[in-house]
């Protein structure tokens, strides 16, 4: 049997390209590595401190994270600030000029403070990678995309990783938050074709009733009814990043991160019990899925405003 996992590789640059083969890049990068029947797909957010919604992006994209600490920068405290209201297994990786007691100081009263720590050696790290694999999670089929292009003689081609369920060549699913309904032409796992991929698998799907430009990162692949769509939506109660210097308040213009997901959002309510925004148009959820509010005009300390649970209500 297969196992598959996919690692974001965070607060370095530099790194990831020592755990896997380079592939798709855009203001991602994904660096593959397969033996032993187990595969192992590393994201990195290439373009972030630049951009902030890469380094979301990557961390909704994986199963588990590592964290690079060679020297505490802005853009490692920024990244520690989004770890902290992230829920993802995350192992520190610490620099020979980082000190025990300053990584102590940064992690102090946050999520990370109890993350187990490693030191920086590379075969070390190679076999710990390879020591995990994804969660079995179980239901209805889910695959969201994170890249997409055309073929030649074969059309239209999305890539992602099945979050949920069992993807079935010749399956037809929709295609949300469009209304377009699509049939799963074929599959390829780490370029061997395949009549069906597991849960935790990256896959290359050719799709039939769709043209290449009408596909887009953040849509997913899933069963009519299993998922909902909207552009106003409402949360629960504003977890605030404890480090966000900002002012951020009903009428602001923001950015939602919400899975893979990046859009403009104006902030239309924010009381101690409800968040709503309105976007510029739909996204694809689940219910009481986590939304992240970015501030990109913050002008100082991190740009991560806070997460909101989504309410049952919402679609």
């Known amino acids: 049997m297969t196992t ?19 592939g798709t890049s855009s203001d991602l990068t994904l ?11 590393v994201v990195e957010p290439t373009q972030f401190p630049e951009k902030i919604p890469p380094l979301l992006t990557a961390l909704a994209m994986a199963d588990r994270c590592l964290l690079i600490v060679a020297e505490l920068t802005r853009s490692v405290a920024e990244t520690i600030a989004v770890l902290e209201l992230v829920d993802i ?8 000029n980082v000190g025990e007691a300053e990584v102590a100081r940064a992690f102090k009263g946050g999520r990370l403070a109890g993350a187990p720590r490693v030191a920086l ?12 694999t994804a969660p079995t ?14 073929v030649k003689g074969v059309g239209a081609v999305a890539l992602g990783v099945v979050r949920q369920g069992t ?55 899933a069963p009519e009814g299993t ?12 977890e605030r990043c404890r480090y966000y210097r900002g002012d951020a308040g009903p009428g602001a213009q923001l950015h939602l991160s919400l899975d893979l997901q990046a859009v403009p959002a104006l902030l239309e309510e924010l009381t101690p019990t409800t968040t709503r925004v309105s976007l510029d148009r739909d996204v694809v959820f689940a219910p009481g899925a986590w939304a992240y509010l970015l501030d990109l005009d913050v002008p100082a300390g991190p740009r991560f405003l806070g997460r909101a649970r989504l309410l049952p209500a919402n679609g």
């Not at 590379?122 to 076999?127: C, G, K, Q, V």
């Not at 999670?137 to 055309?150: A, K």
């Not at 998922?227 to 504003?238: E, Q």
Request: hydrophobic share 40%; net charge negative.
């Open 167 to 221: 993807l079935k060549a010749h399956e037809r699913l929709r295609l949300y938050p469009t209304p377009k309904e699509v049939e799963i032409r074929s599959i390829q796992v780490h370029d061997i074709d395949r009549k069906e991929a597991m849960s935790g698998e990256r896959v290359g799907v050719a799709l039939r009733g769709i043209e290449a430009d009408e596909l887009s990162r953040g849509q997913v692949l």
């Open 121 to 132: 050696d590379l075969p070390h790290l190679r076999e710990l990678v390879e020591s995990w």
């Open 31 to 41: 660096f593959n590595t397969a033996h032993d029947e187990h595969a192992i797909t």
């Open 227 to 238: 998922l909902a769509t909207g552009r106003s939506l409402s949360f629960g109660p504003l």
């Open 89 to 96: 297994d995350t192992t520190v990786v610490l620099g020979p």
């Open 137 to 150: 999670r179980e239901g209805p089929v889910r695959v969201p995309i994170d890249h997409s292009f055309p």
């Open 4 to 22: 598959s996992v996919t690692v974001a590789v965070v607060g370095a640059v530099d790194l990831a390209k020592e755990l896997g083969k380079k």
